[in-house]
């Protein structure tokens, strides 16, 4: 079922059946190669909807809420990160999806991540926006810092509470984005957060798997750090990376144009040229004298 928007006039309201659970998502529409963009914990998937106005020209972008999100149903388990990629590639099988292109932030980086290392060939690119990629060291200290206790006094606020606190701490994020990111917030179950509970999966192993071409978005004060970029260029030559100054783990929110430029240079070249009949290691990969494998965005 889907329905016309209030975000923007164009794009539409639908829901998924998948896994036993309903998922929300939002859509721009239109025959266009497609783009799935996934949220990070306590998102949604309205809050990519600045950057989508970027996209939307040029390409279908498809915007779930993640389950115990926005407005997917939340259940009282299942959490996990195979439980968030079980329900992505449900509804890429559910709405006939072929071959589209996968954006993950955060959580949903590390979701999207998944994805494409179970589905191969039928991904046709994917970009990571310093996704969870940490050591099980900085994950447990995550899990055990009192952040659950934080969204449940967060949770007892109200919207407009939340906002005046939000716009005194992000005064360069839109109004429109900052209601979007406090009503996501509302809207998140607190058992949404086990996908803390440790470990999570070995992320080297998901990029090493990964067969299709990859961009890892790094934020100069983000999570990932160019070190580990390097690694995973080593491990999988497919993987390209791309730094944005300036800018820490919140990409989608405080540099939508320059994340959505990176995206479009990605996706693009590639949309206009047939797909390849077979895969060579390292084709898609940047030449060796750009940052080993890495770019920077001023």
Known sequence: MTRKNIISANWTDGVCRANGINIHYLRTGGEKPTLIALHGLTGSGACWSQMARELEQHYDIIMPDARGHGRSTKPWHGYTYHDHANDVIELIRTLDIKNPYLLGHSMGGMTAA???????????????????????????????????????????????????????????????????????????????????????????????????????????????????????????????????????HGLPYDEPVRLAAAVDAFIRPATRSARRSSHQPGAYAYAAQTYMGGASIG
Do not use: C
């Open 114 to 248: 998944m994805v494409a290392s179970r589905l191969g060939f039928a991904i046709s690119g994917i970009i990571l926006a310093d996704p969870t990629f940490i050591s099980p060291e900085w994950q447990n200290a995550v899990y055990e810092s009192g952040i659950v206790q934080e969204h449940r006094q967060m949770l007892q606020s109200t919207k407009e509470a939340l906002f005046k606190e939000a716009k005194a701490k992000h005064r360069f994020r839109s109004s429109e984005l900052l209601e979007h990111i406090v009503q996501a917030r509302l809207q998140t179950s607190v058992k949404a957060f086990d996908v803390l509970i440790p470990p999570n999966p070995e992320f080297d192993e998901l990029i090493r798997n990964i067969y299709v071409p990859t961009l890892l978005v790094l934020g100069s004060e983000g999570i990932v750090s160019p070190e580990t970029a390097r690694e995973l260029h080593a491990l999988n030559p497919d993987l390209q990376y791309q730094l944005i100054h300036d800018v820490g």
